[in-house]
């Protein structure tokens, strides 16, 4: 992913964010940083890119021109990328905004300086206004780098554990919960027993039940939210595989509501481009559409009366409820070390991404991916998927049943479980031989099928 940022303070950017972990990023090239000097494109004599502004009143402001010819200068016609002008007058920064931008390949921030830039450029050119908080800083610097580093932390392979940028502060609603190092007693204060006794399980629960505390005496709007949207994920496990894409949804901080009512409730993703619909009772007939709905967005109807008609594209959930990690069974090694089978598994980066280009397969939904090697070569992928579904599953067609499939189901789950997450898969209804996969692995999958459609095409 590429960030420009154009400035009258290019060292001020590189310096900030050319250290720690996204200087790292920088490094290794799974991330850009160019900054870019807008007085660089003043024609003045004197470099000024400043004047006074018309009607009066204090201050300088920054002017058309200059900031139009850099916004140029990077953005060619076959990259029209988003330009993110910050400014204490945009809509405010949050998580799920970054996760939106995260999904770009190419963003521009532009900064302005002294009373603002003049407004025709911007009316020409932004794409989003965004602040950082209701408070006013000297120029937008600052703002450009808190969001970069906020952006840039979701890319995959910034982070060197990539799950862990979806089990911190503000995913699932909870604030994180207390952390301690050594040593064990530090000022009389000892490390809470549970989590020195090694039990997963126990310390699992524990980190919950601290961060529900935690956020309800912070934060208590939102421990509400999380408490509503608890109630509805237990109303949904009344039939667990078939909405367990929708309860682990809620349980990752990837869904939050739209609305509900008694016979079923409609949730968003945090990207907002699924809504989920759920009826609490199978036989429901009512329908709720959001008043919302955004005609790009996909749907997916989770009930047995489909609104939609004939058209969309029905799927079984599959489900691994299970705890305890599937058995490797001669796979692979540990570690997803070659074994006997002569598969080996190992993490996707980017030195993969044309064989995944060629496999006509999509990077930017994957949050985390595995690739699987036989006698060495690049064969196979699998990914978690942004909405927390195991998908993306390819093989090399001259490869297929060699187990190599199987691998890395029972690979990518392993990981998953170790995070506590549930596992779960969406199965085209036509395609048997993937949902016997999947049931060899150990998943449920249900007997209804839930449909995915974009409204614009079905409504
Ligand atoms: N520029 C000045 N103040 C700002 C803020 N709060 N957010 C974004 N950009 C800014």
């Not at 006013?136 to 580093?149: C, K, N, P, R």
């Not at 009389?188 to 505390?213: C, F, H």
């Not at 927390?388 to 890395?408: C, F, N, T």
């Not at 029972?410 to 049931?439: A, I, R």
Request: hydrophobic content about 35%; proline content about 4%; aromatic content about 10%.
């Amino acid at each position: 992913m590429n960030f420009t940022i154009l400035t009258l303070f290019p060292e001020m950017v590189n310096a900030g964010l050319h250290e720690s972990i996204i200087g790292r990023a920088i490094e290794n090239q799974t991330i850009s940083v160019n900054a870019v000097n807008i007085r660089d494109f003043s024609e003045d004599k004197h470099k000024r890119v400043d004047d006074y502004t018309y009607g009066g009143g204090a201050g300088m402001l920054m002017q058309a021109e200059p900031v139009y010819r850099a916004i140029q200068s990077v953005r060619t016609e076959q990259k029209k990328c988003r330009v993110i002008y910050v400014t204490p007058q945009g809509l405010p920064f949050h998580q799920r905004m970054a996760q939106d931008f995260a999904k770009e390949e190419e963003l521009i921030f532009l900064c302005g300086h002294y009373e603002g830039i003049d407004e025709r450029v911007l009316e020409e050119c932004v794409t989003d206004y965004v602040s950082i908080g209701d408070y006013v800083l000297t120029g937008g610097e600052l703002a450009a780098m808190v969001m970069i580093d906020a952006i840039a932390r979701l890319v995959p392979g910034v982070l060197h554990n990539e799950i862990s940028a979806e089990t911190e502060s503000f995913q699932g609603d909870l604030l994180e919960y207390p952390q301690y190092s050594r040593p064990r007693v530090w000022h009389d204060r000892e490390v809470p027993q549970v989590l020195l006794s090694g039990n997963t399980r126990d310390i699992r629960a524990w980190r919950l039940e601290q961060s529900m505390k935690r956020t309800k005496s912070r934060r208590p709007d939102l421990y509400e939210k999380y408490e509503k949207l608890q109630e509805i994920s237990k109303k949904l496990s009344r039939k667990k595989i078939y909405h367990m894409d929708m309860i682990e949804g809620i349980s990752r901080g990837y869904l939050s509501l739209v609305e509900e009512d008694e016979s079923g409730c409609v949730l968003i993703s945090s990207d907002e481009r699924y809504y989920y619909h759920a009826c609490y009772e199978p036989q429901t007939e009512t329908f709720i559409v959001p008043k919302t709905l955004d005609k790009n967005a996909i749907f997916v109807e989770h009930s047995t009366y489909c609104a939609f008609g004939e058209d969309c594209k029905e799927y079984l959930i599959g489900a691994l409820t299970r705890r305890e990690k599937l058995p490797i069974r001669g796979l692979y090694c540990e570690d997803g070390k070659k074994g006997s089978a002569g598969i080996s598994i190992v993490p996707y980066e980017k030195a993969h991404e044309a064989l995944i280009a060629k496999w006509g397969l999509n990077p930017g939904d994957m949050t985390l991916a595995f690739v699987a090697c036989y006698q060495d070569i690049p064969s196979a992928v699998i990914a978690l998927q942004r909405d927390g579904s195991i998908g993306q599953l390819y093989v090399e067609p001259s490869l297929r049943r060699k187990h190599i499939a199987m691998a890395l189901v029972t690979y990518l789950c392993n990981k998953m479980l170790e995070n506590g997450q549930v596992p779960f898969v969406y199965l085209p209804k036509e395609q048997s031989d993937m949902q016997e996969l999947y049931k060899k692995t150990g998943f449920y999958v249900s007997a209804d099928s839930i449909c995915m459609i974009q409204p614009q095409e079905g409504l």
